[in-house]
């Protein structure tokens, strides 16, 4: 594996991390109405991004990749 597919799959590995614990603390949220709904808006937003991103990722050619950081 080249330098760029290792980041490319550390990078979705990333994602999937951040994509659980966003949907974790979304459902906890909604659950328990512990958070306003601006916080659990913004969450929502971030895990869509990380999920486009992965999206966007696992349909890139093997040897592309595009990483943003906005």
Do not use: C
């Not at 999937?16 to 603390?25: C, D, R, T, V």
């Not at 459902?27 to 999206?55: C, G, I, P, Q």
């Amino acid at each position: 594996m080249d330098y760029n597919n290792e980041a490319k799959e550390n990078r979705l590995e990333e994602l999937k991390i951040n994509i659980i614990a966003y949907q974790g603390k979304i459902e906890e949220a909604e659950r328990t109405h512990a958070v306003n709904e601006y916080t659990l808006s913004a969450w929502k937003k971030e895990l869509k991004a990380f999920e486009s991103e992965m999206d966007s990722l696992k349909n890139s050619p093997e040897n592309e990749i595009t990483l943003n950081f906005d």
